[in-house]
């Protein structure tokens, strides 16, 4: 762990390694992923089958056993206690409420006279979503990719999920059940985005791809992300803590390792402007660390990933967490709401002492699928929006059009498009 | 050109040719423009100045030269004649007041005791925009590019535009002048890309390249995703006309010319429920074929993937063009409004005899960059929320915290991640 001031000299120096820490796509990796879906597009259902029987260790003889049918979906559901169960649902209900609010309606400008211009919105058809398997397969990241969909509009939800040795998690299925998955394939891998992205005879082609994945997974969608649409390309996971001496330091410390116990790629980061705050917290996460399951994850992610920071005001602080562009970002400070406007960069941001990052990880409302590595500069929190597209709406009148016809010539003949002028003046009687 | 019943029994196979016939990025192309990448993100400025020195035959000697200064854009901006410019001017204008439209506001819910919940909205701090050179260096480009990034509130828009033998459009820069860009720099192909994504000593890095450009600069864009955001992956162009026999031929034959020119992969095509309509549409594109100073382009792109195809009703028509997901799509039928409901799948929509795609390209208001070969599926016209991002609000206080802290602490069990319910049991005091 780093614990540095921000006025170091070398700052920026020491703390390149948290920043650079994200894996980067080798040649070979594309080249294999490249080879995946290529393979997938041409044999179909035949290279879906091979690789999954290869990577998953199953003995799949034909294509109809790719699908978990309604049976075992249900059987699933009746596997989980009832009030995991309940809590689930607690989420589901919830996260539906929250994207509910960002529904965009289409509109029509009407203040023009003879120009109407709008905006048309409308679902996405069919979108695939990608639940990793294994130990990381998460009932809530199927809440988080499934609800936003199903409230947007989405006619068929497809669900991706492998199965390592034919062994999936009963709340997951039991997550896509409540969420309103409408099918279910136990394929993954590069292999799993390939049939989505391509369609084969039994997985049906989609118009988008989400949903986090290991480095197969994350290429395979970047080397499809125009073929069909991608939510975005997921990193490591961080948290930033900015705190101003307020607060409880166990609290703080117990913050940073719900983040760090997730991967040892996870970053953990406070910065203070308080030096003894930031110290209390470095003595409380050594002391909590041992208390911990995962300790051997938290405690490597810490040591090489984790950092306390000292910095000379809020501003500081805030600035240097807008470089950072955190995924989770902890405003435990006494006002807030005060410090929000100075934050530009940050995939979620939870206010205050009583907001643990943990209350947005399943059932707050708001999305967890969140922009990692920096890309909150750019990225948003997975939404409403990316399940619907829009479609531009111009109606001109003759009379529209003779107002603005002109212009339009002259722009065309600017850009050398003769006939894109011809095809106002045909219809104004010009030239 | 084919001319084709939608109920012929091989339609798919023979309207196939038209739907495949974008370029697939090769194995080649795609380790050329990684090298290229990596060759820019080491050496920086020096590989940028000799990239384009060689494909754009220039003699830089430092990379200073790479900026196209203040004096230079003011020397163009007095060459463009004065009515260009007030057209161009006027596109600004309209182009600005329909972006403005699209802004979203950060919201904050505030219908749950103890439990706020919203979105904030920034703007990108900077992004890039690439602009093609040569030809089809078109400063509509530019403005469709730059004025909605403006209108985002983004703070710096840097422009990119290779000049091949030295040359740009002077009416680009007058485009770029009038939109609000704030430096532009002489550098174009995956370099350009490459630049803004990494940053050079010269160029500074972005948040996100938006733009068309040739199969170097989309496989380029598609590379760089995730470490900056991209606009959407371009392809070839296309129109598809809806007609129910209303309105004249020879401007619906005009409308499909103005696609043709483009380029020679541009696709054309018209489906009608009266064939006799489609008959004389056929004669006049025929007829005005010859009189286009673009003829050998437009009569390639017409001869290779021009189509008029009839079908039983407006109904059909319909499906068939959501299967197609065109860029541009015009409703050349008596009630525009009456079909809106049934298209799902398209970039824009011109509505009516009196709104040729022309209308839509410069001046309109709403943006020229559509999703192109079938991904209105998913993609949306480039908006003002390319040009913003989004951070997730949570704020709870002690008692929302307390109201739903058992759940919260119940589903981290489910997951195995036992420092996520930690962080909210050391704060009420659980376990």
Request: proline share 5%.
């Amino acid at each position: 762990m780093l614990f540095l001031d921000i006025t170091d000299t070398d700052f920026d120096r020491q703390f390149s390694a948290i920043l650079n820490r994200s894996e980067e796509t080798s040649a070979q990796v594309l080249e294999t992923v490249r080879g995946i879906i290529t393979d997938v597009r041409t044999r179909g259902d035949e290279a879906l089958i091979d690789y999954t029987n290869r990577f998953d260790r199953l003995n799949l003889t034909d294509a109809a056993g790719l699908e978990i049918g309604r049976q075992e979906v249900e059987a699933a559901v009746a596997a989980v206690p009832a009030e995991d169960l309940a809590a689930l649902k607690l989420a589901v209900e919830r996260v539906a409420r929250f994207h509910e609010k960002q529904k965009s309606q289409t509109w029509l400008s009407t203040e023009e006279p003879d120009i109407l211009l709008g905006q048309k919105v409308t679902p996405l058809d069919r979108v695939g979503i990608y639940v990793p398997g294994g130990k990381a397969s998460y009932p809530s990241s199927v809440i988080m990719n499934a609800v936003p969909a199903r409230v947007a509009g989405v006619r068929e939800i497809i669900m991706v999920c492998p199965t390592p040795g034919g062994e999936i998690n009963p709340a997951v299925l039991a997550a896509a059940h409540l969420s309103g998955v409408h099918r279910i394939f136990r394929v993954g891998g590069a292999q799993a985005v390939a049939a989505l992205a391509c369609g084969t005879a039994t997985i049906p082609r989609v118009d988008k791809v989400t949903g986090p994945g290991n480095i197969y997974v994350a290429t395979a969608k970047q080397l499809v992300f125009g073929q069909v649409g991608i939510d975005m390309i997921a990193g490591p996971s961080e948290i930033l803590v900015i705190n101003d001496g307020t607060g409880t330091p166990a609290h703080i410390a117990a913050d940073l390792l719900s983040q760090a116990e997730h991967d040892e790629l996870a970053s953990s980061i406070l910065i203070t402007t308080d030096r003894s705050f930031g110290e209390a917290v470095a003595a409380e996460v050594e002391y909590q660390l041992g208390q911990l399951s995962r300790e051997s994850i938290a405690r490597a992610s810490w040591e090489k990933f984790g950092a306390i920071i000292v910095a000379g005001s809020l501003e500081e602080a805030a600035a240097f967490s807008n470089r950072i562009a955190p995924e989770h970002l902890e405003l435990a400070v006494a006002d807030p709401f005060g410090l929000l406007p100075r934050i530009t960069n940050a995939g979620a941001i939870f206010m205050g002492h009583w907001t643990p990052e943990a209350a947005g990880d399943y059932l707050a409302g708001p999305n967890h699928t969140l922009p990692t590595g920096g890309t909150a500069r750019f990225f948003s929190p997975l939404s409403v929006d990316d399940f619907v597209k829009k479609s531009s709406i111009i109606s001109f009148s003759e009379q529209g059009l003779k107002r603005l016809g002109n212009d339009i010539v002259r722009i065309a003949g600017l850009e050398g498009l003769e006939a894109h002028g011809k095809s106002v003046g045909i219809r104004l009687g010009l030239g």
